[in-house]
T-cell receptor
Framework: NAGVTQTPKFQVLKTGQSMTLQCAQD?????MSWYRQDPGMGLRLIHY???????DQGEVPNGYNVSRSTTEDFPLRLLSAAPSQTSVYFC?????????????FGNGTRLTVT | DQQVKQNSPSLSVQEGRISILNCDYT??????FLWYKKYPAEGPTFLIS?????DKNEDGRFTVFLNKSAKHLSLHIVPSQPGDSAVYFC???????????FGQGTRLTINP
């Protein structure tokens, strides 16, 4: 079991470039989510999905798109990168309701936008 | 507006002593609370949780206390060990929702 796998581990983008952060889990988890971690801000929810074909916005969704075509994958797209999107991004998944099955996190993608 | 607050960015404790990490929240709709632990270059890992219908939950060296009237929870680690050195995040779940709200984190350092 690999758990939650995030790729790449590190990425540097120029302002205006687009890219996709990949997230895959092999635990057959229905719930998947993306967080960003910034100094002094903790982790903030970007988007989440409660199952294939269903996505919803979190606290800070602007500038990011997601889709969930399979149970295993939940990619995060940056359409036009901005320096304010410099952050560490974490993908997390859960079997079902979070109170019954706490989130499992990947090891993060560190993104720098210049 | 930070709904979950960890007001101590860092805490230093001697090995063998008790570590107490604090967390305050403002939203009365939170009904489930969790603590996560994070080592550098890794993702957070689940530590312990508590439902709002309880005031205490214990798991080995870790105990979480919830004071609903004060909207305050705390994590006690006793005895503290060097491997406990990490960043600890408090998180809260809104009743009926699947959105976890995190605090800013507290960096715990256990000194030998």
């Amino acid at each position: 079991n690999a758990g939650v796998t995030q790729t790449p581990k590190f990425q540097v983008l120029k302002t205006g470039q687009s890219m996709t952060l990949q997230c895959a889990q092999d635990m057959n988890h229905e719930y998947m989510s993306w967080y960003r971690q910034d100094p002094g801000m903790g982790l903030r929810l970007i988007h989440y999905s409660v199952g294939a074909g269903i996505t919803d916005q979190g606290e800070v969704p602007n500038g990011y798109n997601v889709s969930r075509s399979t149970t295993e994958d939940f990619p995060l797209r940056l359409l036009s990168a901005a320096p304010s999107q410099t952050s560490v991004y974490f993908c997390a998944s859960s079997y079902g309701v979070i109170r019954d099955s706490p989130l499992h996190f990947g090891n993060g993608t560190r993104l720098t936008v210049t | 507006d930070q709904q979950v607050k960890q007001n101590s960015p860092s805490l230093s404790v001697q090995e063998g002593r008790i570590s107490i990490l604090n967390c305050d929240y403002t939203n009365s709709m939170f009904d489930y609370f969790l603590w996560y632990k994070k080592y550098p270059a890794e993702g957070p890992t689940f530590l312990i949780s508590i439902s709002s219908i309880k005031d205490k939950n214990e798991d080995g060296r870790f105990t979480v206390f919830l004071n609903k009237s004060a909207k305050h929870l705390s994590l006690h680690i006793v005895p503290s060990q060097p491997g406990d050195s990490a960043v600890y995040f408090c998180a809260a779940l809104i009743q009926g929702a699947q959105k976890l709200v995190f605090g800013q984190g507290t960096r715990l350092t256990i000194n030998p």
